[in-house]
Nanobody, 112 residues
Framework: QVQLVESGGGLVQAGDSLRLSCAAS????????MGWFRQGPRKEREFVAA????????YYADSVKGRFTISRDNVKNTVYLQMNSLKPEDTGVYYC?????WGQGTQVAVSS
């Protein structure tokens, strides 16, 4: 089983940047693809980005393409989500996901 702990959320203004981190633990965490999801106010949880176990393949929701970048450091057991040009509609709780496991989430709030 993989344990996931997110950090890096906060309150920012539109156009600002944030970098989220997801620290993972578990015997074989670096063999898993990893993903970020988010849940905005009164919305369902939605896919944001994913990265293959090797880091060579990445996938993004259309709404964040060109603004967000997912990466991973298998030595530090950490997955990152660099978020640039943030918009108010990016507001929500961001969750890290791997192999059926979820982190507790980190709150991102973007003011206009």
């Amino acid at each position: 089983q993989v344990q996931l702990v997110e950090s890096g959320g906060g309150l920012v203004q539109a156009g600002d940047s944030l970098r989220l981190s997801c620290a993972a633990s578990g015997r074989t965490w670096d063999t898993y693809a990893m993903g970020w999801f988010r849940q905005g106010p009164r919305k369902e949880r939605e896919f944001v980005a994913a990265i293959s176990w090797s880091g060579t393949s990445t996938y993004y929701a259309d709404s964040v393409k060109g603004r967000f970048t997912i990466s991973r450091d298998n030595v530090k057991n950490t997955v990152y989500l660099q978020m640039n040009s943030l918009k108010p509609e990016d507001t929500g709780v961001y969750y890290c996901y791997a192999d059926g496991n979820w982190g507790q989430g980190t709150q991102v709030a973007v003011s206009s």
